[in-house]
């Protein structure tokens, strides 16, 4: 070999080397440009996902602090595309498991009528012995609570022992915790006469049209039970536990004190459980025909 044909030799390994060096220089870039994208699609897709997953928990949690089935619907709303695709091309299909529910519960607010203070009616014998309403009241009351929540209502007592809350206070405690019913229990008395009997329910349909279906279906319910006398159903009332709740409310009156027969009968524990068990069969009575939240 002269040393033109060994300088050319060498010129054409360098030249292929450097082809080889822009080869690979080519393959990298093109690797690294690859690299970059899939890196790209992939934060797009992980932040998309990020996104409907906080969306779905955002409303799921207002859904659980809201209560009710209604709320449901508002949710699916929601997640839906509102051009009715879901989600536009999305391939990730949009999870349609209904939401865990808590357990629809309906309030119904018991207000056993006077207390502490205040005895209400009264009946008193000859040798000392007294009859006070605040007391049949509590505990026919108290019987009532208890069947109320077997029966799974969520129940509030406007007192559960010998107290006086005042009755803008009793009408507050079902404001405040958002009752859908109102029923407080009350005894009669009077004065002259020691041979009447029967029962009275009160209630407002200026407060809420609602409030007599409500005092009818207790107070059939109620006399059925115990087999007592209508004395009348007043829609009405001006009674503030009536007149100023803005739910459904009523006052029952379910005998009388002073006529010996009816407060032997309203101090029998078996016949107090008659009157809970009417006015628990009337509540049941009045959702089902006026559901609350349907
Ligand atoms: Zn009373």
Known sequence: ?????????????RRARQRRRRQQQIIRRTCLAVAAALALVITAAVSLSRIRKTQ?????????????????????????????????????PVNREPVEEEPEEICVVVD?????KDPGTLWEGSDGEA?????????IALKLEALLKEAGYK?????????????????QVAAKNQADV????????????TTITGMEIYCNEASNRKSPDLANAIFDAVLANTGAKSLGVVTDSDFVVVENNTMPACLIETGFLTTPGER?????????????????????????????RS
């Open 1 to 13: 070999m002269d040393d033109r044909m060994r300088e050319r030799r060498a010129l054409e390994v």
């Open 56 to 92: 779905a928990g955002e409303t799921v949690k207002r859904e659980e602090m809201q209560g009710g089935p209604q709320t449901v619907d508002t949710t699916y709303e929601d997640l839906k595309d509102p051009a009715g695709g879901d989600g536009a091309g999305e391939k990730e």
């Open 112 to 116: 056993p009528g006077h207390g502490g």
């Open 131 to 139: 009859v006070y309403e605040k007391d049949i009241n509590l505990e």
């Open 155 to 171: 129940v509030v007592m406007t007192r559960e022992g010998d107290t006086y809350p005042n009755l803008s206070e009793r009408v």
């Open 182 to 193: 109102f029923v407080s229990i009350h005894q009669n008395a009077v004065d002259n006469s």
């Open 264 to 292: 032997k009968k309203l101090l029998d524990d078996d016949y107090q459980e008659e009157i809970a068990r009417g006015i628990l069969e009337g509540i049941n009575q009045f959702f089902e025909e006026n559901p609350v």
